[in-house]
């Protein structure tokens, strides 16, 4: 077996990934914007707010550690949750509510539990040790809405605009997953003291997250809990904390965040064409435009790991932690959580991408602008997956 | 099926089917297999072979009976990686290439049926070697690869595979990959005699039927060739891919085949005697026919030995009596191996898994999101008390 399994991973190369992310935000937040001004997200503070967040994000990444990255990334949180409210439905409006309590309970627990773990990093005294570790597992299950954590996630998605589901998901999410990855290089104890209770969650979010994806109807709550399904597997490559472990988990979260705004600005130009939400009960949407189905179908496919395309990279890695971890059988339950994945994937595909429309409808031409911006994206998570070596070296 | 035929052809002979081909061979890579998975890929690949076989030959759809006899191939194709020995592997892989040329072929010559008569049904089809030649000898090319006729690839990867299970001592695989290649035999027959042979239906006789394209024909005539090249001298596929190939996945075999893919070592020396013998016995055949016979005119159609019973007009073998003969004589055996009960069935389990789940959730997800997140986290805070 390859020694790989047994290296740790540093806190130097924990600094990189800060910068690693930083890019991939700011690469992310060019391509939101642009997407957002060929199809509008909301009303006019909604790009401010959207702005903000991206500033926020990646300033608490690039700051480094201590409490002003904490600070920062909780506000671009709670920017997040007034990006919600400025979608101004009622829906949307007891979505941010709901969001927002949820993630000041998160925000005080983490807090609290940061604040208990303390700058040195070590292991506080009994009972304190499980308080903090209390905290923070019931903080970071709330911030990354795990399984059975996640009540906030699927109302969100599903009463906000595309981007703002893809802002939330791909970076407000991906950069807590972020401060989980450092806790677990700073303060390891947390995760493997108590092993099995981040193994529960990540398996619950795998599986949870997989089946209650299947049984959505509206296109954009199957997203949520696709990133719910994901999380799991990010979860449990943090757990592991090896060289594969680590650093798939850090490379898998990249690509979900590339390829949720993917998917989500694919949804969001369907939705324009068809003047309504997407779901099952559309058929042949790819007939209205081929380009943004092949960008839905592709980024999917990334999407649960298949090559050549970027998401391969993180998923492979975190299958071989899964084997070190847990050897076979772990393996197979991640293959069988991944085989419910494709199963919901293929099934939009199918039923609402594929085949032929129910009936002629007229429908809006699609803002080219988002389609070639969505596409050019889509080449590069191709490129990163064919020529993946500086990344990898990049990440150690 | 319904997908194009160069897709099909890209599907079934190469790029699909084999994705699970090739999970299993990198499995290779990642831990040494325990026996027992030796015994179950096996197990898996032995029931493969048979099921899809027994399956092709009830088909009266020519790309649906290609589509079975894929999963017979797959079958022995994982046979040979499930051996788990150096020869197993090399076979396995090389059974893998040799099927990716010889179905493709097929796959395209069918297209081709289908491009120029406007249907892939047998029972419609008949004589059409008379009116689309070159796809007929090129199909023959491919069958006979198939099939696993000396001096094709097919030959070289069944002796390969047979060859391998002898040495790993594993009699039943020998029974059963033998068994299969006669009942592959028999519904590659019926489709050869179904399509291009025959008496030529009425319909056809009316219709502008007319070869293949060059440019179709250059398709799959490149494939057939490369189906005899690589039966002829299969040390070149050996040396170039196959035991790159085996090395990578952490196995050693030195190639020991000769031209026309004879193998001159283990249980191969008896094998390459017994081919040798076949081969002999072939070409004694082919002189003594090549000498007795009195003219090159042959009968355009042989009457059907009745045993005095009297026939009607159009009696024959044809597909649709293969089919019938099949699904009677079989029926139990259909009945127990149909797969899709089962998929059916774990599919609409998972449904109600996933709608159960859901019931469950979203009321509590809707209506009291804040004090069922609080009850989990006192949960938390009691396991995390314990642990």
């Known amino acids: ?396 | 099926m319904n997908a194009p035929t160069p897709v099909s052809a890209l599907l079934h002979s190469a790029c699909y089917v084999k994705a699970g081909v090739y999970l299993i061979a990198r499995m290779y890579s990642l831990a040494h297999w325990p026996h027992a998975w030796n015994i179950v890929v096996i197990t898996l690949g032995c029931v493969t072979i048979f099921v899809g076989a027994i399956f092709a030959l009830a088909q009266t759809d020519m790309k649906r009976l290609l589509a079975y006899s894929t999963i017979s191939q797959l079958g022995y194709i994982i046979t040979g990686l499930g051996l788990g020995t150096n020869l197993g592997i090399a076979a396995g892989l090389f059974y893998c290439l040799s099927h990716g040329l010889f179905k493709g072929t097929l796959f395209l010559c069918a297209g081709a049926v289908q491009h120029s008569t406007g249907t892939r049904d047998m029972r419609r089809l008949g004589g059409l070697a008379a009116k689309m030649p070159w796809t007929a000898r090129i199909w023959l090319i491919a069958t006979a690869a198939i099939v696993g006729v000396p001096l094709t690839n097919g030959f070289v990867a069944k002796w390969l595979l047979l060859d391998a299970a002898l040495d790993a001592n594993m009699t039943i695989v020998v029974i059963v990959a033998w068994v299969v290649s006669v009942i592959t035999a028999i519904y590659m027959l019926k489709a050869t005699v179904s399509v291009f042979y025959g008496e030529m239906p009425a319909w056809l006789k009316e219709s502008h039927v007319h070869d293949a394209e060059p440019s179709m024909l250059g398709g799959m005539g490149i494939l057939g060739f490369l189906c005899l090249l690589f039966g002829l001298a299969p040390q070149i596929l050996f040396k170039g891919l196959v035991n790159p190939a085996v090395t990578a996945l952490g196995f050693d075999w030195k190639i020991t085949l000769t031209w026309f893919g004879l193998q001159t070592s283990s249980a191969g020396v008896q094998v390459t005697l017994g081919a040798a013998i076949a081969l002999v016995a072939l070409l004694f055949g082919a002189l003594i026919f090549a000498m007795t016979r009195k003219s090159r005119v042959v009968a355009n159609n042989v009457a059907v030995f009745t045993g005095g019973e009297p026939l009607t007009d159009n009696a024959g073998m044809r597909a649709v009596d293969f089919t019938v003969v099949a699904e009677s004589n079989l029926a139990p055996v259909y009945k127990i191996t149909d797969p899709d009960p089962i998929y059916f069935g774990l599919w609409n389990g998972i449904k109600k898994l996933a709608n159960g789940f859901a019931v469950v959730m979203d009321p509590i997800s809707e209506k009291f999101p804040i004090w069922a997140s609080a009850l989990l986290i006192v949960v938390v805070f009691v396991i995390v008390w314990f642990i």
């Open chain 1, 1 to 396: 077996m390859n020694s790989l399994f047994f290296q740790t991973v540093t806190s130097t190369s924990s600094e990189l990934w800060d910068w690693v992310f930083a890019g991939a935000f700011l690469v992310l937040m060019i391509v939101i914007g642009l997407y957002s001004a060929a199809i509008p997200q909301g009303k006019r503070s909604w790009s401010i707010l959207a702005a903000l967040i991206g500033i926020l994000a990646i300033a608490g990444l690039v700051v480094g550690e201590g409490w002003a990255r904490i600070a920062l990334l909780d506000a671009a949180a709670f920017v997040a949750v007034a990006l919600v409210w400025n979608q101004g439905t009622p829906a949307a409006k007891s979505a941010a509510k709901t969001y927002l309590i949820l993630m000041i309970i998160a925000v005080a627990f983490l807090g609290a539990g940061m604040a208990l773990v303390g700058e040195s990093n070590e292991l506080p005294v009994s009972p304190l040790d499980k308080i903090a570790a209390g905290l923070l597992i019931a903080g970071f299950a709330v911030k990354l809405a795990l399984v059975p954590f996640y009540f906030w996630l699927p109302k969100v998605t599903e009463h906000s605009s595309p981007m703002t589901s893809a802002l939330i998901i791909s970076i407000v999410d991906i950069a807590a997953f972020c401060e989980m990855a450092h806790l677990r290089i700073t303060a390891a104890w947390v995760f493997t003291d108590y092993a099995i209770l981040w193994l529960v969650l990540a398996l619950l979010s795998m599986f949870g997250g997989a089946l209650l994806a299947l049984a959505q109807k509206n296109i954009k709550r199957m997203l949520a809990f696709s990133t719910i399904d994901d999380m799991g597997y990010l979860v449990l490559g943090t757990l592991v904390g090896t060289q594969y472990g680590l650093n798939g988990a850090i490379l898998a979260a990249l690509s979900h965040a590339f390829f949720k705004v993917l998917l989500f600005g694919a949804v969001g130009v369907a939705e324009k064409q068809l003047g309504h939400d997407l779901t099952l009960e559309d058929h042949g949407v790819a007939a209205r435009n081929p380009y943004n189905a092949g960008v839905f179908i592709l980024s999917a496919i990334g999407m649960i790991g298949v090559p050549p395309f970027f998401g391969f990279i993180g998923r492979w890695r975190l299958y071989l932690s899964g084997l070190e971890y847990g050897g076979v059988a772990l393996v197979l339950a991640m293959a069988a959580a991944t085989a419910l994945a494709l199963l919901y994937y293929v099934r939009v595909i199918h039923r609402v991408w594929l085949g032929k429309p129910a009936e002629e409808t007229v429908s809006t031409p699609a803002p080219k602008l988002a389609v070639i911006v969505l596409v050019i994206l889509l080449l590069g998570m191709l490129a990163v997956g064919l020529y993946p070596n500086w990344l990898t070296t990049l990440i150690g």
